[in-house]
């Protein structure tokens, strides 16, 4: 079997524009070999992405002829530098100004809206939320997608209960998996389920930009992106590079989840990301045999937040037993029970999205939805 050494070995025949060759070059991020596929990237400079084309192909060409690889995958990374602080530009006008965009920010052709779902930490069902949120989306008849960019724990093949791997459009574009009508991508559909993926920053990074750039998505009217937990390095580059038309928070209600909900609510507005708002999950539990209501994690957190935080809040969805089993069948209860309550909930927070990232003037406070 292929090893890094191999590969290296392989890389030194490939001449760096500026002399030496690509194993010593330093510009090489660790080498990830996994089932015959080859995975690393090439560090240069911001000005020479274009021109690097070349070399990022003989990269792959020479990764390639090594025994043993049937694909590389190689990507080209730059750290763009610190801009001089520029004069504030004028707000615009509506609901989601946000000021000036990142130019690195390139849209992504046929999709007309990019909506964040992230949380300040794990295990607050964030992708079960993503999940039925796409679905709420596409029940207003809306043309919708999912990139399930938690590269460490993807988890879009169970909810969505598809099995495979993506076929190619042509040269590097994949085909998006389907299901229910939603269009999704997801790293669990190109790596065995089991399978450890130990990557550093930069190949995480690259990995959610060719998910993103380098799949047929086609005309979409939203693509829902299932952030990775918390506020790190592949969190914030994302929000810095992908133009995303806003983000929404998901928190439980008890004061740990709520203080790295706030974090994740500064994070998008350093980078002049607007919040489109924030949704309280497992916000309360009604016993199936009783009918009595408890508070196991508090309740209110996410709302009193969201009104100190002077962002909207979006809804409430109880922690519920048939939820969770669904999702682990990959039948979303959107989809599969769509005259429900908790589908109700669902398509009830994702029309308040929509109508924000319409344009349809301020949210108005989402009502307190019980099951009794």
């Known amino acids: ?9 392989a890389l030194a025949h490939v001449s760096m524009p500026s002399g030496g060759n690509l194993a010593t070059s330093g510009a090489l991020s660790d080498i990830i070999v996994h089932h015959g596929k080859a995975y690393f990237s090439i560090s240069v400079a911001p000005d020479a992405v274009q021109a690097s084309e070349g070399l990022r192909k003989a990269a792959e060409e020479a990764a390639k002829s090594v025994p043993g690889i049937v694909s590389a995958l190689v990507t080209l990374t730059a750290e763009k530098a610190a801009s001089k602080p520029q004069p504030a530009a004028p707000k615009q006008a509506g609901p989601l100004a946000s000021g000036p965009m990142n130019p690195a920010r390139l849209a992504v052709q ?14 607050v069902g964030k992708s079960t939320t993503s999940c039925n949120l796409a679905l709420g989306f596409a029940a207003r008849g809306l043309k919708v997608g999912v990139l399930d960019a938690d590269i460490y724990g993807p988890s879009m093949p169970k909810l ?19 299901n229910y009508g939603i269009k999704v991508m997801s790293i669990g559909f190109l790596v065995d389920e089991e399978a450890a993926m130990i990557w550093r920053g930069p190949m995480v990074i690259s990995a959610i930009q060719q998910m993103l ?6 005309e979409l009217d939203i693509l829902v992106v299932d952030m990775p937990p918390g506020t790190g390095d592949a969190q914030l580059t994302m929000a810095q590079n ?3 038309a806003g983000a929404v928070i998901v928190s439980t209600p008890q004061d740990l989840a709520l203080i790295d909900a706030r974090r994740g609510v500064a994070m998008f507005r350093k980078v002049e990301v607007p919040i489109l708002g924030v949704i309280e ?22 709302r009193a937040e969201a009104e100190r935080q002077g962002v909207p809040f979006l809804g409430e969805i109880p922690l519920a037993m048939n939820i969770r089993e669904r999702s682990d069948s990959g039948l979303p ?12 909930a669902y398509r009830a927070i994702a029309d308040r999205v929509w109508e924000r990232l319409e344009g349809g003037g301020t949210t108005k406070a989402a009502p307190r939805i019980v099951f009794e």
Do not use: C, Q
């Open 1 to 9: 079997m292929s090893d890094k050494s191999t590969i290296l070995a």
């Open 110 to 123: 046929g999709v007309k809206h990019i909506i964040a779902v992230a949380s300040g930490k794990g295990g």
């Open 160 to 178: 969505f209960a598809i099995h495979g791997k993506p076929t190619l459009a042509g040269g590097r574009t994949l085909n998006p998996m389907e």
């Open 213 to 218: 750039r380098e799949v047929a998505w086609g």
């Open 242 to 244: 992908v133009p995303l």
């Open 281 to 302: 999950n497992m916000s309360y539990f009604i016993a199936p045999d009783t009918g009595k209501r408890y508070d196991i994690f508090g309740h209110g957190g996410a």
């Open 333 to 344: 209860v959107v989809v599969t029970e769509p005259d429900g309550p908790h589908a109700a």
